[in-house]
């Protein structure tokens, strides 16, 4: 037993070895980069502490902190939603060094603990909200469909509030942009054509009820879309959508203004690897990454399903 310990003890540094150098690698290749891609990073909770029971991904509150910093000390240009939609588009350029902030679902901890972050810096972020989540205290439960919110007597993943209102107006009107992240965190894929429209076009409703006016972007909850998802998005108004990573294999014949990549920030993220996920190559280590988790599926024959 204590030789499998030791085993897996030295794997797992020799693991944490062979991603300390590939980054670093990579952070020298920085300095010759040809051209530089804008990068989205995706966060979900921001948080003091763990969070009581499961979760959804979480970064702790100072850790957030120190990675707005760290950007801001490190001259990144924070772009908004609608510049990197332009960008995408091939209408503005952007400086060579920067970045878009999101959030997914529309945790009220946003507003708890990473607004007050953001606005500190002057940084202008997104948000992607689950609508008929908004001013919620919901208990959550996972379904092969998504998301589904449990009654009383049923089991549920996680419990959590969400953003209310006037949270919602008070980021809003402090550089926070809100789009659309479906009604209620369903998985597209898994809908008709009429299901899909009803959860896009209501969720867009719902956010100009909040603030005056839906901006045309949405992220695919849990990251998955398909031609017929970006389809009808871009049939409902929706100018670009946000994907997670982008899978290496049978990528969705869509345009690219419907699959822009982000790079997910969890919990625990060392400083070098933040460095690197948002060099000119980070989307080069995340896709290793990828590959690497997905090794087994590659091999197999295995594809990934919402396409």
Same mark, same amino acid.
């Given at each position: 037993?204590?030789?499998k310990?030791?085993?897996?003890?030295?794997?797992?540094?020799l693991?944490?070895?062979?991603?300390?150098?590939f980054?670093?690698?990579?952070?020298? =290749?920085?300095?010759?980069?040809?051209r530089r891609?804008?990068v989205?990073?995706?966060?979900?909770?921001?948080?003091?502490a763990?969070?009581?029971?499961?979760?959804?991904?979480?970064? /702790?509150q100072?850790?957030f902190?120190?990675?707005?910093?760290?950007?801001?000390e490190?001259?990144y240009?924070?772009?908004? +939603?609608?510049?990197i939609?332009?960008?995408?588009?091939?209408?503005?350029?952007?400086?060579?060094?920067s970045?878009h902030?999101?959030f997914d679902?529309?945790?009220e901890?946003?507003?708890t603990?990473? $607004?007050?972050i953001?606005?500190?810096?002057? +940084?202008?972020?997104?948000? $992607?909200?689950?609508?008929?989540?908004?001013?919620?205290?919901?208990r959550?439960?996972?379904d092969?469909s998504?998301?589904v919110v449990?009654?009383s007597?049923?089991?549920a993943? =996680?419990?959590?509030? $969400?953003?209310s209102?006037?949270?919602?107006?008070? =980021?809003?009107?402090?550089?926070?942009?809100?789009?659309?992240?479906? /009604?209620?965190?369903?998985r597209?894929?898994m =809908?008709?054509v009429?299901?899909?429209?009803?959860?896009?076009?209501?969720?867009?409703? /719902?956010?100009?009820?909040?603030?005056?006016?839906?901006?045309?972007f949405?992220?695919?909850?849990?990251?998955e879309f398909n031609a017929?998802i970006?389809?009808?998005?871009e049939r409902?108004?929706?100018r670009?959508?946000?994907a997670?990573?982008l899978?290496?294999?049978?990528?969705?014949?869509?345009?690219?203004?419907?699959?822009?990549p /982000?790079?997910?920030?969890?919990g625990g993220t060392?400083?070098y690897m $933040?460095?690197c996920?948002?060099?000119?190559y980070?989307?080069?280590?995340?896709?290793?990454?990828?590959?690497?988790?997905?090794r087994?599926?590659?091999l197999?024959?295995?594809v990934?399903?919402p396409?």
């Amino acid at each position: 037993m204590l030789e499998k310990e030791a085993a897996a003890g030295s794997g797992q540094k020799l693991k944490l070895a062979a991603r300390w150098l590939f980054c670093q690698a990579l952070l020298a =290749m920085e300095k010759t980069a040809p051209r530089r891609l804008a990068v989205s990073l995706l966060y979900h909770r921001v948080l003091p502490a763990p969070p009581s029971g499961y979760s959804v991904s979480w970064v /702790r509150q100072s850790e957030f902190e120190e990675q707005i910093t760290f950007l801001k000390e490190s001259d990144y240009h924070f772009a908004s +939603v609608s510049e990197i939609c332009e960008w995408a588009e091939g209408r503005v350029s952007l400086p060579r060094r920067s970045v878009h902030i999101t959030f997914d679902d529309g945790f009220e901890d946003n507003h708890t603990y990473a $607004f007050p972050i953001l606005r500190k810096h002057c +940084v202008p972020a997104t948000v $992607f909200l689950t609508t008929d989540l908004i001013g919620e205290d919901a208990r959550i439960r996972y379904d092969p469909s998504g998301w589904v919110v449990a009654q009383s007597e049923e089991r549920a993943n =996680m419990q959590c509030r $969400f953003l209310s209102e006037s949270q919602i107006k008070e =980021m809003n009107a402090n550089g926070v942009t809100f789009a659309s992240h479906g /009604r209620i965190h369903k998985r597209l894929w898994m =809908m008709s054509v009429a299901e899909l429209e009803n959860e896009i076009i209501g969720s867009q409703r /719902r956010i100009a009820e909040v603030v005056g006016a839906a901006p045309p972007f949405m992220s695919y909850p849990f990251g998955e879309f398909n031609a017929t998802i970006a389809r009808v998005a871009e049939r409902s108004g929706i100018r670009c959508a946000f994907a997670v990573k982008l899978p290496l294999w049978r990528r969705p014949a869509v345009d690219q203004l419907y699959a822009l990549p /982000r790079i997910g920030i969890g919990g625990g993220t060392p400083s070098y690897m $933040f460095r690197c996920l948002v060099s000119s190559y980070g989307s080069l280590y995340n896709l290793s990454q990828t590959a690497w988790k997905k090794r087994h599926e590659l091999l197999s024959g295995s594809v990934w399903r919402p396409i």
